[in-house]
């Protein structure tokens, strides 16, 4: 799963975040090689898993947004036998280490306030060892650039970004690719 993600984020380091249903379609007709789905719910999640499979995407589920579907060890578990994305996408630690477990690219998301959201956000990322991390608001190279020297995890830039200058920020910080639900950045 690690290496799907790492091939197609070098292809292209922009990660369309689908939060409409609706944009599916745009999507998959996108350049983007990798999706963040954070809409869905117990009944719908499989198919759109499936649908971009078939336009071989790469597809991680955010698992802390799918409705009808508890944030435990026991959810993983259908979600990696039964829907089978690529990867999750959680705020939630102990699910990064099931995901582990359960063969499941894990990334770890972070919102990132203050000093102390920053500290303890580097914090959980030394323990819980995710795959990878998405910081929000991805519009802060500085902080980026520091949890990437302290983690030595891939960065993701996610949250507020709109422009071409926003993704070259980023991306000099050290992401290794930026997240955006923004379609017309899908296309950059």
Not at 35 to 56: A, H, M, Q, R, T
Not at 75 to 86: F, Q, R, T, V
């Amino acid at each position: 799963m690690a290496t799907k993600f790492f091939t197609n984020i070098h292809e292209n380091p922009i990660i369309a975040a689908l939060n409409e249903s609706v944009k599916l379609e745009a999507v998959l007709k996108s350049p983007v090689k990798n999706i963040f789905l954070l809409s869905g719910n117990i009944l719908n999640i499989g198919e759109i898993v499936e649908k971009c499979k078939e336009y071989n995407k790469g597809v991680f589920v955010h698992i802390d947004l799918i409705d009808g579907i508890a944030k435990d060890r026991w959810s993983l578990e259908y979600i990696a036998k039964n829907i089978k994305p690529d990867g999750i996408i959680t705020t939630k630690s102990n699910l990064i280490k099931f995901a582990k477990k359960f063969d499941l690219f894990a990334i770890q998301r972070l919102f990132i306030l203050d000093s102390l959201s920053l500290e303890t956000g580097i914090k959980l990322i030394k323990s819980a060892r995710p795959d990878a991390v998405e910081i929000l608001p991805g519009i802060m190279p500085k902080v980026i650039k520091k949890i990437h020297e302290e983690t030595r995890t891939p960065i993701i830039a996610g949250g507020l970004i709109r422009d071409k200058e926003d993704v070259i920020e980023s991306l000099n910080a050290g992401t290794l690719g930026i997240s955006t639900s923004d379609t017309d950045v899908w296309y950059m």
